[in-house]
Structure formats: structure tokens, C-alpha cells
């Protein structure tokens, strides 16, 4: 089983300035953080994505290139066939799946690094097991 050092991210109110943009501050040997305004938005990609597949949801990943952008497409499927899948694109920017994606079964973001690709693909995994949902 795989699981993360420190499941839940701190949240912080302030962005340093060194930092660049990222979901997720992933400083060595220590605890990550998550900026409020994005965990308000991670926060609401799962609970999408818990209203649309019943529990309990088994993810499957498949990392890809798409053009010359690494890739991981998650396929979140439940209980009765329900199923959402998300294309997450290292782009060096941050982007959430917008009001019309969340409409369609095939969600689209983009993160900065791997460490945010990676980070996020176990923090969702994490978040959506049985053990704790909200």
C-alpha cells in the first residue's frame, strides 16, 4: 500500500514570495501546505467527483505525453459503472477544471511540476478512500 508522509497539507493564508505559484509547498523534510483559496477548489473537485461515483471508488492511473507535457490521466470509477476521468498536464501553471468541465464526464487541470502531479494523484486517492470521505 502507498500512502503519503503527511496526508493532510497545512493551510496558509499567505503566499512567500519566493514560492512559485504552486498547488502545493513541498519543502524538504517538511510538512507540505496548501494555499486556503486552493484547498476551497481541491475541496470542491472532490466532492465532484464523490457526487457523481458512488463509493467506494477505485482510481486507476495512466501516465502519458501529451505533445511534449507529461501527463496522468485518473479514472475515478464507483459502485453501479459511475465513472470521471482527469487529464492532469504538467504546464507550468496552475488551472482547475472549469464550471462547463465539471458538466462533462472528462475533467481537465494543469499543475506546475511533478511534485504537484504526484502530490496531488496521492492526496486524491487518499481523500476519496473509503476510510475518509468528508
Known sequence: MLELKYPIPRITTTI???AARTLFTL?????PE??????????????EIRSR????????SHPQRVGSHSCLALHFKGKLC???????????HLSWPTEDDYHHPRWYMTV?????????QLYLAHKLSSKHTK
Open 16 to 18: 512567500s514570495r519566493q
Open 27 to 31: 519543502m524538504p523534510q517538511g510538512e
Open 34 to 47: 496548501i494555499f486556503t483559496g486552493d484547498l476551497a477548489l481541491l475541496d470542491r473537485l472532490c466532492d
Open 53 to 60: 461515483v458512488n463509493p467506494p471508488v477505485k482510481i486507476t
Open 82 to 92: 459511475s465513472s470521471i476521468d482527469l487529464l492532469i498536464t504538467v504546464n507550468s
Open 112 to 120: 506546475v511540476d511533478a511534485a504537484d502531479l504526484l502530490y496531488l
